[in-house]
């Protein structure tokens, strides 16, 4: 194959890598807002680049990126866990006040309305295995997600599945989150887009609630004392983010191989 890349192929490169190898990926993402350092649209990008990878390996073609992703109001504890004062205060995901800008979520019900229908395009192009790589690990995304998965898988001919972008590879503590350290890295290994020197100089600790980035801790209600990010994106390396691209990669190769050799 010359690309696996959707849409510079040509139709007959398209049915001759369907022939061979029934799988479609679709990396979904939304822009949003990952701290000052990191590029508006880092979900779906490491969604892209996860997808391709994954295309090189297990064969089949990756659609181009949906910039689309949802969030929710964000809980009294989860605000507390963030280090919020208020926290009766209206959040949405990441949109903390201190920002400055916006990021582009969907409301859920238009979400599962847009992805919905790119699934269904899909399905009439007979594709065996459906593989969405979701590159945002909202709770309410990967449930709408996934509930579109079991739903299609059931009522049409295509196996639908989702993989996330960002899987933790065995036995590590979980130190993925938002816009921290592994986060960071991650985009420093695939693009020259971070600047880690719109952070203040590293003496002074980093807080969730001021900056709009988090450990995994914070979402699980389990901050340290002072609220801040344990992650610190200061201490972000293209050699850190290698590893756990790697190793979402060889897991999801893992997951897709299975899924079809079952078909
Ligand atoms: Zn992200």
Known sequence: MRTVEFEHLRPGEILEEQARKSIAYLPIGPLEWHGPAMPYGSDPMVAHYVAVELAKQTGGVVMPTLFCGTERERSPETLDAMGFEDTAQYIVGQDFPSNGMKSFYSKEDVFCLVLREFLRMLIMQKYKLIVIINGHGAENQS??????CVELSNETESKIISVSSFILPDGVVPEVGHGNCVECSTLMY????????????????????????????TYLHQPNEDKTVQGDPRTASKEIGKYYLDAAIQMGIKTVEEEYARL
Do not use: H, Q
């Open 190 to 217: 695939l693009t020259d887009d971070v600047d880690l020197s719109t952070y203040p100089p590293e003496e002074k600790k980093l807080k969730s609630c001021e900056w709009g980035i988090n450990d995994l801790f």
């Open 143 to 148: 449930y709408a997600v996934n509930r579109l």
